[in-house]
């Protein structure tokens, strides 16, 4: 407690518990009373207090009996304290407020005719406050004001563009910056274009200029190749641009692969020159090409091949490269997709319908007859019907069998059509579809898969066909009579009543085992799981099922699941595709090699030679089995075909954008232009010695 001497000086009080009491004796002069006379000392001070009977004033005195005063001789009554102490004043006080004059950070009262004051506590916030300094002015509680800083007392420069804040008691107002591009939209970070940086101006009260951008300029042709006009192409404008060749693709390019050889990129820089898909059939063989174009050859003295005619194609000089016509698939008609049965040929087209053509004699392209399409003149291109589905259908994806085709369809459904004589069309019976009027369309069932899980792979084989399902199980249906269906017996399914939907019990590939895709062979199949590695089941004759035997697997109990050996691809090697044909299969490795096991009497493995099965004896899997030969070039695409013996042969679809094949040839089957009955069976054929197929010119 503080209180004031006669002269007006604050002098404080010690604490004594939870009372305050004053050390030096206080004496109250009169507010008209009287007290008696005495002498008292304090024996902390040695001060000594005089009261005299008659005088309503009380002097504080020394122990030598001298008067207790300040330095300017002013009587001391107490001392000073910190916050809630009280002090006393000599001056007397009435009704008036105004007697006893207080600090902000002090109450005074009036007790017993003289001032008493009392500090306010520590942190009590003072009446008079400055919005936007960053502080806030609070008594010490020693009366006096204090300034602590506020973080949410924010000061406000009222510029929109700078953040203001506090650094301690110190408003800060910081200009701000943000990107800006005042270049055409699309443009900003192609070619030469990059974007730039407004900051603010305090004294304009905004942001200024954007600084620090580039924006489309004219286009020049210079030593640097720069895209000044930021249009994604360079040096497309003036005489010496759009160079084939400089590897800069310009105005008027298609491509410019740095050269002007002619390969995956026209010698002329004018068209793109790419394999993007591939089939093998029993009689033709067909790509996908870019720009949706199919081109097929082979075999077509009896079925064609979609020219209009009865002609073979690919076994003289003269008639692949840019003599090889493109299928006529209609007006304004691209590809998306192709796959091949035994002699008839079915293209995904870009708007997700479906064509057919080639032999017809079950119903196999789907057109509600048995006349064949694409071997007489006017029956391809707007003549030749799309495949009727259904209302709404629409195709992601189609596979050809020996005489049976199966779609499957984008909402993961699929429909089969053509040979139904071992249930391969899964819809419960054995009578073909497709051979007669009303029976495609809406009138097709769909194939009963079960509930729940829909169709992301399919493949067709022989007589007998799988799916991968949502979630990676298998399941397969049709001809049975090598346990090519996984399912432990030699019964078909889908040719009987009850057999499908639910009743089609999944493959067994093991616990926690998922696929990924399958391939359906004459009358094997595998799977590419979903960690790279490969299984096998069915016939097993020639080592087909890469398992170091020659016994069928899936024909008869406790052969599937666990039990079922993964195929050995080799230390640490991982497939990212599977194709099983008639009586052999490969796997295309994660580095792009080719690993081919079973029979090779026709050089169908790639070894470039003929020999004994291989896969059907121990130690001959693994690191001990060779990858197949055709080229420094890693392959992107394995094919084979998958129904009929005595075609045997293997193509593989290039990084570069080529195809090779190798095997059977006698019908001109691997396209290159020669009636060599086996290619790559001898030394010095395969490897780069092996030929690319050409399919856009001589040269490619």
Known sequence: MDYVTENGKRARSRRTGLLEVLVLPLVLVACGDSGGSGTGSDSRTGTETTTAADDSTSVPTTSDGGSATDSEGVPTTGMSGDGDESSTGM???????????????????????????????????????TPGDCGVSV??????????????????DGVACTVDSCDGLTPVNTPQTMPCYTGMDGTQDVGQCVGGTHTCDPRLGDFGACEGEVVPAIEDCDALHLDEDCDGAVDEDGPSCAVCGDGILSAGEVCDDGDTVDDACSATCSAQQEVLGFAVGGGPSCALLSGGVVKCWGFGAS?????????????????????????????GQTAVGISTGDTHICAVLAGGGLKCWGYNFFGNLGLGDILNRGDDPGEMGDNLPLVDLGQGALVKAVSGGENQTCALLVDGRVKCWGKNIGGELGLGDTEDRGDGPNEMGDNLPFVDLGQGPTAVDLSV??????????GGAVKCWGSAGFGQLGLG???????????????LPVVDLGAGVTASAVSVGRDHS??????????????????????????????????????????DLGQGQLA?????????????????????????????LGLGFDSDPIGDGPGEMGDNLVAADFGSVAAVGVYAIRSNSGTDRTCVRLED????????????????????????????????????????????
Request: aromatic share 6%; with cysteine; proline share 6%.
């Open 657 to 700: 954008g080529s195809a090779k094949c190798w095997g059977i040839n006698i019908i001109c089957w691997c396209g290159l232009g020669t009636k060599d009955p086996v290619v790559g069976d001898g030394p010095g054929e395969m490897g780069d010695n092996l030929p690319r197929i050409k399919l856009f010119s001589a040269m490619w």
């Open 489 to 503: 017996d030699l019964q078909p399914r889908g040719d009987g009543p009850n057999e499908m939907g639910d009743n």
């Open 576 to 604: 990212t595709a599977v194709v099983a044909s008639y009586n052999y299969s490969c796997a295309l490795l994660t580095d792009g090699a080719l690993k081919c096991w079973g029979v090779n009497v026709n050089a169908e």
């Open 303 to 331: 079925y064609g091949l979609g020219y209009g005619d009865k002609l073979d194609r690919g076994d003289d000089p003269g008639e692949m490269g840019a003599d090889l016509p493109a299928i006529d698939l209609g007006a």
């Open 139 to 156: 008594c010490d509680g020693a009366g006096e004001v204090r300034r602590d800083a506020d973080p949410d007392d924010l000061p406000d």
């Open 91 to 129: 001056s007397a006080c009435g009704a008036s407020p105004d007697d006893c004059p207080a600090s902000t950070c002090q109450t005074a009262s009036c007790v017993a005719g003289r001032c008493v004051y009392d500090n306010l506590p520590d942190g009590t916030e003072v009446s008079e406050q």
């Open 526 to 567: 595998c799977a590419l799981l979903s960690d790279g590695r490969v299984k096998c089941w069915g016939r097993n004759i020639d080592g087909q099922l890469g398992i170091g035997d020659n016994q069928s697997r899936g024909d008869q109990p406790n052969e599937m699941g666990d039990a079922l050996p993964f195929v």
């Open 461 to 470: 084989g022989y007589r007998s066909a799988c799916v991968v399902l949502t």
